[in-house]
């Protein structure tokens, strides 16, 4: 028995050798093109199986051009998608940008194969400074995917449906085991209507879940119900500013909220360009609205409702460049008949390349709590608090992570090869 493992042992090391030197001896590629791709939303193996003209690296100092790519949810339900190229070392200063749109209906397929499609026109333009230049060809299909998808998106004035676009949605769940089982169903119906002057949104969702365990003299069942209606309409003026409209209604078992009512108008400001909000925006937001509460028990402060005004302002900073990306964001909100009743959010995060193959991501948010005003009175069981079946009373709230990830060795990452990409191994996980 250990002869013939020995052997295989022998077989299977000799091929990897072999492999290895018929490896060594292709040739490199060292002529073509060096891209470094910086695509979270990017389907990498294709990419990299049809643009074959360049050399794909793990690091962007390694690289001669650094391709961004950003998207943005369109009014239609679709994505728009930037294609940003930075020019290193040889081409510094040769930067260019590209952007299509894909429709709600596209799928995975037909979205990456458009990203490709665009990815290519970009990199030809620095290609053809490299001797691979030469052999280049160029062909063009005016009737193809991409004509048809740029007229989709021209939002023609004779749409039938006046740019809106409806959306449904029916999730259930149901999971059973012999002492215990759990049952989940929700759903929402939602209107949207997007163009350059108005942003217009309506929306219903609603939730059901109900967890019941068999305990050892007794069952238990916890039920969270929850359902909204919110709508919202945003007016254009200008580059930097928008001014808006909007109103809801929820009902949350959790929150102790039989209906809460809401309309507030808000403004906003843009310190950059509304059109560069794929890249970097920082704004302001201030709103003042009315709240009427019902509650489904008493309160803290014996209310079964109420009727309150209050006020936020919101200032966000979110930026995405070569160097990585990051978000911050503060918000602080209190009641105006209670000013003591208020408040304070911050978030953050942080995704930076800090030096060859090394990336490091903080990701935090804090809350100091004070507006809890809607706590039932009575003290919650601990049943209750096991299960978090209802909001329990706190000053604070703060979640904080960090992570890095490093990578070292060859510089090249064109290869793709997807053998055993599913397999298990079995119970022991070999592979």
Known sequence: MQAALFGLLAILLGAGIAGAAQEAQEPNGADLLRVFLDCGPCDDEYLRREITFVNYVRDRRDAQIHVLVTRENTGGGGDAWTLDFYGIDEFTGMDDQLVFYTSQDDTDDSERRALAQMLRLGLVRYAAQTPLGQELRVSAQPSGPLGARRVANAQPQ????????????????????????????????????????????????????????????????NVRRSSSLDARFVKSVGEHVGIGFGGSAISSNFRNQDLTLRGAPAIEYNFFPYSESTRRQFTVTYTAGYNAFR?????????????????????????????????????????????????????????????????????????????????????????????????????????????????????????????????????????
């Open 158 to 221: 004779d749409d039938p449906w006046n740019f809106w676009v409806f959306r449904t949605r029916l999730n259930m769940f149901f999971d059973a085991e012999e002492r215990e089982s759990t049952q989940s169903i929700s759903g929402s119906v939602s209107a949207n209507r997007d163009t350059e002057m108005w942003k217009m949104r309506i929306g219903f969702f609603t939730n059901y879940r109900e967890d019941t365990f068999e305990l050892t003299d007794s069952t238990f069942s």
């Open 295 to 431: 509650y489904i028990e008493p309160t803290i402060f014996e209310r079964m409702e109420e009727h309150r005004t209050n006020h936020a302002v919101q200032s966000s900073f979110l930026v995405n460049e070569p160097w990585g990306e990051s978000e911050v964001t503060l918000e602080f909100s209190q009641f105006l008949d209670q000013p003591d009743q208020r408040r304070l959010v911050l978030y953050g995060e942080l995704d930076i390349r800090l030096f060859r193959g090394f990336f490091l991501r903080f990701d935090a948010d804090s809350s100091l709590i004070r507006d809890q005003i809607y706590l039932p009175r009575r003290d919650a069981t601990d049943a209750e608090i096991l299960v978090r079946q209802r909001q329990l009373a706190t000053d604070y709230e703060w979640q904080f992570r960090i992570g890095f990830t490093y990578s070292f060795g060859s510089i090249f990452n064109n290869v793709v090869n997807s053998r055993f990409a599913g397999s298990s191994g079995g119970f022991t996980r070999a592979f």
